[in-house]
């Protein structure tokens, strides 16, 4: 029989700011982890690596990597798995497209992306690619729920050293606008199945029927959900939104997901594009589109395609002069919201723009009140119930405001919105069916040719997870606990079918609430207003988005978030926050070799993932370990060694640094442990003794580009050289 030889601890390969930081962090904790003899190995998630794991037949034998994301889809279902996964890239199509070039610029023989595939091979290398797009990682990965909540550490540390906030005030013009009809909130059907099943979907038209998709398996008892939004109530609510701004004054925002929901989203967003070029569309269609204009691509690829054209920039300008000003994501730069899909992602963007007190830069460089547009109704109204509680009551208060907790039904792609492969663009006017296999029609619509029709399942055995998760977290801390299902909703109230029962069988109904989103965002506001502290028990999209809301307002950002995935067969995942502002940060080390990541997220999954190791396997020294790096990690916020936002100052690798330094002296001074006390010892005195000599050779390197040889796929020798520029600390880590 084969000696197993996965890792103790699998740290995830990843991209931008977060792989940066890992050149640093990383060998620090494989010389750390060395001393209990737990060994940590990575595997590449990537958008690089997914990309090259997925066309090796377009490889050479020595550029081919195995696809570890297959790997690690396989080992949590196992109760061995103990994974700590930092934010990976969900690819929109420009990034996608983006990074392929790149790897073909570096040697890699790969196609090229088909933006309109006619042959049977084209349609292959497009399928191939699409299925790298959005959120491709998290539904493979995620096979448990979420636990996330803010460390203790943190959030003393954030109520000790309050972040500044916007100041809110009731005249405010910052408004949320969502459509009233026509949306995926509106269209939604559900159903729970009694039994198992396997469903088609078919679209009929007057030409006859089209099977959109076959063989769906849905295991008894998975709710199974379907909706869809129209293409011109989509298309009348951007037009009056424009109009609506402009005669507010304030800028035009677009807030979409178009990484995880990576086939509806993008759509949404051509259609805002096309919106707003609305007048350039009607003179100048024809021409564009023989140009490759796709406005799912957004204005940025847009004007690329157009540039030589002088009538077509001209239209573009004298349109652009018409609207409101824009919300940018880059006024210096001239990049609006509107160019690339991907730049403002609503889970990121809408609590920035809360937490700076509604406003959002504008063309001119400046704050202004903003229409925040969200077109589907089924979360803005979180957004909206924020915006007007903060109108009415003035700014959250981080010094005395509670937090709140979250527990998210994630498991098994629970709730997996807008991505492949049930989402379609409908091509032309008809009935689209899920039709079960004894015949029953499950789900209709009526469509018309451009609507997006979506469907999403959620199983049985993750919800009943859940549901335990809850009561368990709420019995553990006493904490006000509500779940976030609104009676009301199609796919909410067959939820609350599953919940009430459960809650009733164990004794703990008087113990939870249950809300609509908007009241539910309401009540937990006024919670933290209190100081007092409540648990948000949320779906998979909620999750996502409240989990960066509460944080950004709580503690000024959710990297510093503990994400526990208690996988459902008894392994771990533990997720080291978000990464929304990555690549802002990769351009900064670029030009000035100074990394502002903050890989605080990184060190409090380090310690949970090092206790339940020696949960699970009895090594004691891993739980010396893990509470060793608490120490360290309540040292790094004590003496305020996060990195500084400014070149010249202290960044992201002198943060490691420290963190070793104090990780080293918990393990010296601890009394558990006297083999890794003595170990450590002398490597907390070297450390301690050479902290100007460090301190000065990591500042050296500051103030000119650096090279890593590559935006999503870096030379792993040049990625080294810039992140560990410190060779005396290089020889004490070893």
Same mark, same amino acid.
């Given at each position: 029989?084969a000696?197993?030889t996965?890792?103790?601890?699998?740290?995830t390969?990843?991209?931008?700011?977060?792989?940066?930081?890992?050149?640093s962090?990383?060998?620090?904790?494989?010389?750390f982890?060395?001393?209990?003899?737990?060994?940590?190995?990575?595997k590449d998630?990537?958008?690089?690596?997914?990309?090259?794991?997925?066309f090796?037949?377009?490889?050479?034998?020595? /550029?081919?990597?195995?696809?570890?994301?297959?790997?690690?889809?396989?080992?949590?279902?196992t109760?061995?798995?103990?994974?700590?996964?930092?934010?990976?890239?969900?690819?929109?199509?420009?990034?996608?497209?983006?990074?392929?070039?790149e790897?073909?610029? /570096?040697?890699y023989a790969?196609?090229?992306?088909?933006?309109?595939?006619?042959t049977?091979?084209?349609?292959?290398?497009?399928?191939?690619?699409?299925?790298?797009?959005?959120?491709?990682?998290?539904?493979?990965?995620?096979e448990g729920?979420?636990?996330?909540?803010a460390?203790?550490?943190v959030?003393?540390f954030a109520?000790?050293?309050?972040?500044?906030?916007?100041?809110?005030?009731?005249?405010?013009?910052?408004?949320?606008?969502?459509?009233?009809?026509?949306?995926?909130?509106? =269209?939604?059907?559900?159903?729970?199945?009694?039994?198992?099943?396997?469903?088609?979907?078919?679209?009929?038209?007057?030409?006859?029927?089209?099977?959109?998709?076959?063989?769906?398996?849905?295991?008894?008892g998975?709710?199974?959900?379907?909706?869809?939004?129209?293409a011109?109530?989509l298309?009348?609510?951007?037009?009056?939104q424009?109009?609506?701004?402009?005669?507010?004054?304030?800028?035009?925002?677009?807030?979409?997901?178009?990484?995880?929901?990576?086939?509806?989203?993008?759509?949404?967003?051509?259609?805002?594009?096309?919106?707003?070029l609305?007048?350039?569309?009607e003179?100048?269609? =024809?021409?564009?589109?023989?140009?490759?204009?796709?406005p799912?691509?957004?204005?940025?690829?847009?004007?690329e395609?157009?540039?030589?054209?002088?009538?077509?920039?001209?239209?573009?300008?004298?349109?652009?002069?018409?609207?409101?000003?824009?919300y940018?994501?880059?006024?210096?730069?001239?990049?609006?919201?509107?160019h690339?899909?991907?730049?403002? $992602?609503?889970?990121?963007?809408?609590?920035?723009l809360?937490?700076?007190?509604?406003k959002?830069?504008?063309?001119?460089g400046?704050?202004?009140?903003?229409?925040?547009? $969200?077109?589907?109704n089924?979360?803005a109204?979180?957004?909206?119930?924020?915006?007007?509680?903060?109108?009415?009551?003035?700014?959250?208060?981080?010094?005395?405001?509670?937090?709140? /907790?979250n527990?998210?039904l994630?498991?098994?792609?629970?709730e997996?919105?807008?991505?492949?492969?049930?989402?379609?663009?409908?091509?032309?006017?008809g009935?689209v069916?899920?039709?079960?296999?004894?015949?029953?029609?499950?789900?209709?619509h009526?469509?018309?040719?451009?609507?997006?029709w979506?469907?999403?399942?959620?199983?049985?055995?993750?919800?009943?997870d859940?549901?335990n998760?809850?009561?368990?977290?709420?019995?553990?801390?006493?904490?006000?606990?509500i779940?976030?299902?609104?009676?009301?909703?199609?796919h909410?109230?067959?939820?609350?079918?599953?919940?009430?029962?459960?809650?009733?069988?164990?004794?703990?109904?008087?113990?939870?609430?249950?809300?609509?989103p908007?009241?539910?965002?309401?009540?937990?506001?006024?919670?933290?207003?209190?100081?007092?502290n409540?648990?948000?028990?949320?779906?998979n999209?909620?999750?996502?988005?409240?989990?960066?809301?509460?944080?950004?307002?709580?503690?000024?950002?959710?990297a510093?978030?503990?994400?526990?995935?208690?996988?459902?067969?008894g392994?771990?995942?533990?997720?080291?926050?978000a990464?929304?502002?990555?690549?802002?940060?990769? /351009?900064?080390l670029?030009?000035?070799?100074h990394?502002r990541?903050?890989?605080?997220?990184?060190?409090?999954?380090?310690?949970?993932?090092?206790?339940?190791?020696?949960?699970?396997?009895?090594?004691?020294?891993?739980?010396?370990?893990g509470d060793?790096?608490?120490?360290?990690?309540?040292?790094?916020?004590?003496?305020?060694?996060?990195?500084s936002?400014?070149?010249?100052?202290?960044?992201?690798?002198?943060?490691?640094?420290?963190?070793?330094?104090?990780?080293a002296?918990a393990?010296?001074?601890?009394?558990?442990?006297?083999e890794?006390?003595?170990?450590?010892?002398?490597?907390?005195?070297?450390?301690?003794? =050479?902290?100007?000599?460090?301190?000065g050779?990591?500042?050296?390197?500051?103030?000119?580009?650096a090279?890593?040889g590559?935006?999503?796929?870096?030379?792993?020798?040049?990625?080294?050289?810039?992140?560990?520029?410190?060779a005396?600390?290089?020889?004490?880590?070893g």
């Open positions: 029989m000696e197993n996965t890792p103790d601890i699998i740290y390969k990843v991209d931008e700011a977060p792989e940066l930081a890992s050149a962090l990383l060998p620090i904790i494989q010389r982890a060395a001393a209990a003899d737990v060994t940590v190995g990575t998630i990537s958008l690089a690596g997914r990309i090259l794991a997925t090796p037949e377009a490889l050479t034998e020595a /550029q081919r990597i195995s696809d570890d994301l297959a790997e690690l889809g396989e080992l949590v279902k109760p061995e798995a103990n994974v700590i996964k930092l934010p990976n890239i969900s690819a929109s199509e420009p990034q996608l497209v983006a990074a392929v070039k790897l073909q610029a /570096q040697g790969l196609p090229d992306y088909p933006y309109e595939p006619t049977d091979a084209e349609k292959a290398v497009r399928a191939k690619y699409d299925s790298i797009k959005g959120s491709a990682v998290n539904p493979v990965l995620r729920n979420s636990d996330r909540r460390a203790v550490a959030k003393k109520q000790a050293n309050p972040h500044r906030m916007g100041d809110w005030t009731g005249d405010s013009k910052t408004v949320v606008s969502s459509m009233s009809g026509g949306d995926f909130f509106s =269209n939604e059907k559900s159903a729970t199945l009694g039994s198992a099943a396997t469903a088609k979907i078919v679209l009929e038209t007057a030409d006859g029927e089209t099977v959109l998709k076959d063989g769906i398996k849905y295991p008894a998975t709710v199974v959900d379907a909706t869809f939004m129209s011109a109530a298309d009348a609510f951007l037009a009056e424009i109009e609506a701004t402009k005669a507010e004054g304030t800028l035009f925002s677009l807030h979409m997901k178009a990484t995880m929901m990576k086939v509806s989203d993008p759509i949404i967003f051509g259609h805002a594009v096309k919106a707003w609305a007048p350039v569309f003179a100048h269609g =024809n021409k564009m589109r023989e140009l490759g204009v796709n799912n691509g957004g204005l940025g690829a847009l004007l395609r157009v540039k030589d054209d002088a009538e077509i920039m001209a239209a573009i300008e004298a349109c652009m002069a018409e609207r409101p000003p824009m940018m994501v880059n006024s210096d730069r001239g990049i609006t919201n509107l690339v899909p991907s730049d403002v $992602i609503i889970d990121a963007s809408m609590p920035a809360i937490r700076a007190g509604g959002g830069w504008g063309p001119d400046k704050e202004h009140d903003t229409n925040c547009v $969200i077109p589907d089924s979360y109204p979180v957004y909206d119930a924020t915006i007007k509680f903060f109108k009415q009551h003035g700014k959250l208060n981080p010094a005395t405001a509670g937090t709140v /907790q527990l998210g994630m498991a098994q792609k629970a997996e919105y807008g991505s492949h492969p049930t989402t379609f663009e409908i091509p032309a006017a009935t069916k899920m039709i079960l296999d004894d015949g029953t029609v499950l789900h209709e009526a469509v018309d040719a451009g609507d997006i979506r469907s999403a399942s959620t199983r049985k055995a993750p919800i009943e859940w549901v998760l809850a009561i368990d977290r709420q019995r553990l801390t006493g904490y006000r606990a779940f976030w299902l609104d009676a009301n909703r199609a909410d109230a067959e939820l609350i079918n599953y919940v009430k029962p459960i809650l009733q069988a164990k004794g703990v109904e008087d113990k939870f609430e249950i809300m609509a908007r009241e539910a965002t309401i009540a937990s506001l006024e919670t933290i207003t209190k100081g007092e409540t648990i948000a028990i949320t779906g999209v909620l999750r996502d988005y409240l989990t960066d809301l509460f944080p950004i307002l709580e503690l000024a950002t959710s510093k978030m503990l994400s526990i995935v208690k996988l459902m067969n392994g771990g995942l533990f997720e080291t926050g990464g929304g502002s990555a690549p802002k940060h990769v /351009q900064q670029q030009e000035e070799n990394l990541w903050d890989s605080l997220g990184e060190f409090c999954a380090l310690g949970e993932s090092f206790k339940f190791l020696a949960e699970a396997k009895g090594n004691k020294k891993a739980q010396v370990l060793a790096v608490d120490a360290a990690t309540q040292g790094i916020l004590d003496h305020d060694r996060s990195p936002r400014k070149v010249g100052e202290p960044d992201n690798r002198d943060s490691h640094y420290w963190f070793a330094r104090y990780w002296e393990l010296a001074a601890q009394s558990d442990d006297a890794l006390a003595a170990e450590f010892a002398p490597i907390a005195k070297a450390l301690a003794e =050479n902290e100007a000599k460090i301190t050779e990591l500042a050296a390197v500051q103030g000119a580009p090279d890593t590559g935006y999503y796929h870096a030379d792993p020798a040049k990625m080294a050289a810039v992140m560990r520029p410190s005396t600390l290089n020889g004490i880590i």
